[in-house]
């Protein structure tokens, strides 16, 4: 098996977070983490993890963009949608919107300044809570959404722990989170599972390599998921050396926030496959990405807590997962598809009818444009999945967002 530690050896490979795992490994019992373990360090160390760490990570300045970025519009749409939520639900009061993993607090804001502009019952009878880990996005999203603090909106941000079970009526929705959760990596050798660890290996200089090294696999949930899937994992049609993640981290989550919803929907937005996409046996190599400063590469074990970490969703495992835990698919379909059913076209066709010679008015139009495309480009973010469940939905209206269903 390649060993990912030394692909990219004219990179950084040393930060202060690569010593503190460095450490961490040396102290364990068996020498070595699982890769869960260790992208769970990376990402979310309370100091000095990718996420908790005080530094630009989205933006043009950090080291990915996500659709918020591109303008208002991804958030005023999802809005719509929402909306239409709470109207199926009888116009409930609280109406409670949860936003997991909420970022720079962007979208929160697109999406309240469009609710309280355009349906301010809503708004009038909404609570929003964020459920964040990171200290310093929770810190830059509260400097983001002070004007509706002060204004007398609720909005709290809280823990799991925090919100009882069966207590939320509303939507829990996420964009761009579920990646972003900690994953196993599995590689078949001659037709047997194993689990790929991360080990210490010092180097004369006093300094250290991360070196990926094989084993049985931690737990028996892994060979369980596939099973659970109808994966056939061990199948000969899967060469020696295949190599995919396994994403336990998600189904805990989805469970819980199926336990905290008392009735409406949970609204998840990602880029993934279904199952058996995620695991074509022509997909040797898995999903796994890095992100450092809009250039993408697949060594995680460079910049350590200074790069993001992701892995594709496996959109099958979250629909199974909440059907066991009492959510029913209200239906999946793909972000371009499911903007353009809330108005994304009227928008793009509003910018081609206007009329102005202002050359800085011209280019503000093809900008925005430009934007727009951009969030239905199937070869992009408009591929992305756009998976909605429901509990304790009475009633048969079709979601608009998902007219457009595949």
């Not at 804001?109 to 609570?127: A, C, I």
């Not at 890095?290 to 993001?308: K, M, R």
Request: hydrophobic share 40%.
């Amino acid at each position: 098996m390649a060993d990912r530690g030394t692909q990219l050896d004219s990179i950084k490979t040393q930060s202060t977070l690569g010593s503190l795992v460095a450490q961490q490994i040396a102290e364990s019992f068996y020498q070595r983490l699982t890769f869960a373990e260790f992208m769970e360090l990376a990402l979310y160390h309370p100091l000095h993890g990718y996420y908790s760490a005080n530094r630009p990570k989205i933006g043009v300045k950090g080291d990915f963009f996500t659709s918020p970025h591109l303008g208002p519009d991804f958030g005023e749409l999802l809005a719509e949608q929402l909306a239409q939520m709470w109207q199926i639900l009888q116009y409930p009061s609280p109406f409670t919107l949860v936003e997991m993993g909420a970022g720079q607090g962007l979208l929160a804001v697109d999406v309240l300044r469009y609710l309280q502009t355009h349906y301010p019952k809503l708004f009038n009878s909404l609570q929003y809570i964020i459920v964040e880990r990171a200290a310093a996005l929770i810190a830059e999203q509260q400097w983001q959404l002070q004007e509706f603090s002060l204004s007398g909106l609720s909005i709290q941000w809280r823990t799991w722990e925090d919100i009882p079970p069966d207590s939320i009526t509303g939507c829990f929705f996420s964009n761009e989170l579920v990646d972003a959760l900690p994953v196993h990596q599995v590689v078949l050798e001659q037709g047997q599972l194993k689990e790929i660890y991360v080990t210490c290996q010092m180097q004369p200089d006093g300094s250290f390599q991360f070196v990926e090294v094989m084993g049985e696999p931690s737990t028996s949930a892994l060979p369980d998921y596939f099973s659970w899937l109808g994966i056939d994992i061990a199948s000969s049609v899967y060469p020696n050396g295949y190599r995919s993640e396994v994403n336990l981290a998600a189904l805990d989550w989805m469970k819980t926030v199926a336990d905290r919803l008392h009735r409406g929907y949970v609204l998840t937005i990602d880029y993934g496959y279904p199952a058996e996409r995620y695991y074509h046996p022509n997909r040797t190599e898995g999903t796994l990405q890095c992100y450092y400063h809009h250039a993408h590469h697949s060594n995680p074990y460079c910049y350590v807590g200074e790069q993001d970490i992701t892995a594709h969703v496996n959109f099958t495992a979250l629909e199974r997962q909440g059907e066991a835990c009492g959510l029913k698919q209200a239906g999946f379909t793909k972000q371009g598809l499911f903007l353009m059913a809330l108005g994304l076209g009227d928008r793009i066709a509003a910018l081609s009818q206007t009329a102005t010679s202002n050359p800085q008015n011209i280019l503000t139009t093809l900008q925005q444009r430009e934007a727009l495309h951009q969030l239905v480009n199937p070869m992009g973010l408009g591929n992305f999945g756009v998976l909605i469940q429901s509990k304790g939905v009475e009633s048969s209206e079709p979601l608009r967002g998902l007219q457009g269903e595949v």
